[in-house]
C-alpha cells in the first residue's frame, strides 16, 4: 500500500480536499517530490457538507488517480459521522505509513483530536495544524481560551493564515519559531487567466450571467457578522445607484430576504442583485467585470475573496477585523480598509472608488502584485520549511 524511499514521511489528513485545497496539496506534492520525500494523503470524508455546486478542481484531482491518498469515508459529509470507525481507520493508516511528520486541519476537529491522541500515545511524529484563527474573532471566554491552550500545547506546530494569526497561536502556546504563515492562498495565475479570458468576452460573459454593465461586487455568506446589511446601506448612502451602478450580492443564507426587504425600503431594490454561489472556476469572470469588491464583515478570519478579487486585478474594501486587512490589503496602497459597522466612511470609500478610474486602477494594479506571493507555492515552501524545523529540532532533542 505505501510505497518508501528515503527523504522525510509527512502525513497531510483533511475532513474533505475541497477545491480550495486541491492546489494547496498540488503544490505540497511537487515540492515534496523534487526534494524526494515521502507525501500521503488522507481524506476523512468524500463530500462536502457546505459546497452545494460542483467541485471542478477537486474532481479533476481524483479523476488523474494520484497516487498515495485515501479516503476513509466517501459517502459521508465533512458534517461528521463514524467517528469511531474513523479513528480506527486514521490510526490504521499513521501505522502502516508511519509519518515523521502529520499535518491537519484544524486542532479541535474531531480527527485532529485523535491524531493528537496517537500522537503522544506513540510519540512517533510530530503533530502539526493548519488554522487561520485569530484573537479577535468574536468575544473570546476566558475559560474556553484556557481550554485551548492546554490543546493546542499538545501540537509541535502550527501553519497559520498570518501575522496576526501567528501571534494567537503565540498566545495559546505554539512559539513563534514553530509557526509560519501562508495558509489562505488560492491557485493566483488560473484565477487571473480566467479572469482575463472572462475581460476578452465581455458580452458573452456578462450575457451568460446576466451580470449588470457595471456593478459593485459583494461575495459573503448571508449571515450577522458577514454584515451585507452594511454593504446595502452603504450603497444606498452613496447614491451610485443615481449614476447607474448595481451593487451583486453573490452567496445565500438565511439573511436573503431581510437583505432583500432592506435593499427596497432604502429604495435601492432594482439596483442590488442576488446571484447563487456558482463553482471556484466561474467566480473568475464574476471578479473581473466588477468594479471592485467589498468585505464588510463584523470580523473574518481571513477572507480569499480578497485574494480572489486581487487576483482578477480587482481593488477591495475590507474591515480592519478582516485576516487578509493589513497584510494583503493595505490600505490606499492597494486597497481601503474601514472599521466594521462604520457605513458611511464603508459608502465614501464606494463611492471614490467609483467616480475616479485613475485611483481605482492604481489601486488594482498594485493589487494584483501583492497577491502573487500568496500562491500554493507559498503555502507548500512554508509548511515544508515548518516541518524540516521541527524535525531537526526534534532530532538535535
Not at 464603508?346 to 494584483?368: G, I, P
Request: proline fraction near 3%.
Amino acid at each position: 500500500m505505501f510505497i518508501l524511499k528515503d527523504g522525510m514521511r509527512l502525513l497531510f489528513v483533511i475532513g474533505h480536499l475541497g477545491d480550495y485545497h486541491v492546489p494547496r496539496y498540488e503544490a505540497l506534492l511537487q515540492l515534496a517530490a523534487s526534494r524526494g520525500d515521502e507525501l500521503f494523503l488522507t481524506e476523512i470524508y468524500g463530500r462536502s457538507g457546505v459546497y452545494t455546486f460542483p467541485q471542478t478542481r477537486r474532481a479533476g484531482f481524483f479523476a488523474r488517480s494520484p497516487a498515495q491518498l485515501v479516503t476513509l469515508e466517501n459517502d459521508l459529509t465533512d458534517a461528521g459521522g463514524r467517528r469511531l470507525r474513523i479513528a480506527c481507520r486514521l490510526a490504521r493508516v499513521v501505522r502502516n505509513f508511519q509519518p515523521e511528520v502529520v499535518v491537519t486541519l484544524g486542532y479541535n476537529t474531531s480527527y485532529s483530536l485523535w491524531l493528537c491522541i496517537l500522537r503522544h500515545t506513540s510519540r512517533r511524529f510530530s503533530l502539526i495544524y493548519m488554522s487561520d484563527s485569530k484573537a479577535d474573532d468574536g468575544r473570546r471566554s476566558p475559560f474556553k481560551e484556557s481550554l485551548k491552550r492546554i490543546l493546542v500545547r499538545r501540537f509541535d506546530g502550527a501553519l497559520v493564515a498570518g501575522q496576526r494569526h501567528r501571534a494567537y497561536a503565540q498566545t495559546l502556546g505554539i512559539p513563534l519559531e514553530r509557526s509560519r504563515v501562508g495558509f489562505d492562498v488560492i491557485d493566483v495565475a488560473q484565477f487571473s487567466r480566467l479572469a482575463e479570458e472572462a475581460r476578452a468576452s465581455d458580452p458573452e460573459i456578462r450575457s451568460l450571467y446576466g451580470l449588470p454593465q457595471r456593478y459593485v461586487l459583494c461575495v459573503s455568506r448571508f449571515i450577522a457578522r458577514k454584515n451585507v446589511d452594511v454593504v446595502v446601506d452603504a450603497f444606498a448612502r452613496s447614491q451610485l445607484a443615481g449614476q447607474g451602478i448595481s451593487l451583486l450580492l453573490v452567496g445565500q443564507g438565511p439573511g436573503e430576504r431581510a437583505l432583500r426587504l432592506l435593499a427596497s425600503h432604502l429604495q435601492v431594490g432594482e439596483k442590488v442583485c442576488f446571484m447563487r454561489p456558482v463553482p471556484n472556476s466561474e467566480m473568475a469572470a464574476i471578479y473581473a467585470l466588477s468594479e471592485f469588491v467589498v468585505l464588510a464583515s463584523e470580523f473574518d478570519q481571513w477572507g480569499l475573496c480578497v485574494n480572489e478579487a486581487f487576483a482578477a486585478a480587482r481593488t477591495a474594501i475590507v474591515t480592519v477585523t478582516c485576516g487578509a486587512a493589513e497584510e494583503l490589503v493595505l490600505d490606499n496602497i492597494n486597497g481601503f480598509i474601514v472599521k466594521p459597522g462604520d457605513t458611511d466612511a464603508l459608502a465614501e470609500r464606494m463611492r471614490a472608488l467609483v467616480l475616479h478610474d485613475a485611483m481605482r486602477e492604481r489601486l488594482s494594479k498594485q493589487a494584483r502584485l501583492t497577491v502573487a506571493r500568496w500562491s500554493p507555492a507559498f503555502f507548500a515552501s512554508n509548511l515544508m520549511d515548518l516541518a524540516d524545523y521541527i524535525v531537526n529540532s526534534s532530532a538535535r532533542r
